[in-house]
């Protein structure tokens, strides 16, 4: 079974322009969920979509933003970058109640965003 | 506030003997615990996960220890091998959210 797939893996960007990146989930995961890695600050959850639908979200500006297709493929959107934006970004995908045991998150390994 | 994942940042084994990382958390609710390991330039890979009904889980050469009256939590990792060498978080959800909470991870390097 392939695993998560993210694309790209790797982006330059200018401060000020936008990002769209996206993941495609394990087959049969209905669970997406974003998270930004960086020195400073680790990892850090930005928000959760199961069957189409936002279902968590963390604390991070609307810049940020997601959606997820009927096919359960997510893609996330990051708009008016600026340089501390530059980070990894994961997808993990998941069935969608892995705090009850069914499935643990699943990660791919990331997109590495910089920007200029 | 109240936190996860307490972790010594680095850790120095020699290959063949086992490891112990070590996690704290303050949050009295959290009733299930993950760990992960990242190894350089790949996401988090799942190692094996805990729920506080127990205090202790196996896996392949991993064994986790949960000791719910000082908020501890271990891994330990047998007969380690250089691809063991990694960063290691372990991370626990908050609340109902089905989102995970990371600690800052320890990196264990593996000395031939």
């Known amino acids: 079974k392939a695993g998560v797939t993210q694309t790209p893996r790797y982006l330059i960007k200018t401060r000020g322009q936008q990002v769209t990146l996206s993941c495609s989930p394990i087959?049969?995961?209905?669970?997406v969920s974003w998270y930004q890695q960086t020195p400073g600050q680790g990892l850090q959850f930005l928000f959760e979509y199961f069957s189409e639908t936002q279902r968590n979200k963390g604390n991070f500006p609307g810049r940020f933003s997601g959606r997820q297709f009927s096919n359960s493929r997510s893609e996330m959107n990051v708009s008016t970058l600026e340089l501390g934006d530059s980070a990894l970004y994961l997808c993990a995908s998941s069935l969608g109640s892995w705090r009850q045991g069914n499935s643990p998150l699943h990660f791919g390994n990331g997109t590495r965003l910089t920007v200029t | 506030g109240e936190s996860v994942g307490l972790h010594l940042p680095t850790l120095s084994v020699q290959e063949g003997d086992n490891s112990i990382i070590n996690c704290a958390y303050s949050n009295s609710a959290s009733d299930y615990f993950i760990w992960y390991k990242q190894e350089s330039g790949k996401g988090p890979q799942f190692i094996i996960d805990?729920?506080?009904?127990?205090d202790k889980r196996q896996g392949q050469r991993v064994t986790v220890l949960l000791n719910k009256t000082v908020k501890h939590l271990s891994l330990q990792i047998a007969a380690t091998q250089p691809g063991d060498s990694a960063v290691y978080f372990c991370?626990?959800?908050?609340?109902?959210?089905?989102?995970?909470?990371f600690g800052t991870g320890t990196r264990l390097t593996i000395i031939p």
């Open positions: 805990i729920r506080s009904n127990m």
């Open positions: 087959s049969g995961h209905r669970s």
């Open positions: 991370a626990d959800p908050r609340g109902g959210n089905e989102k995970l909470t």
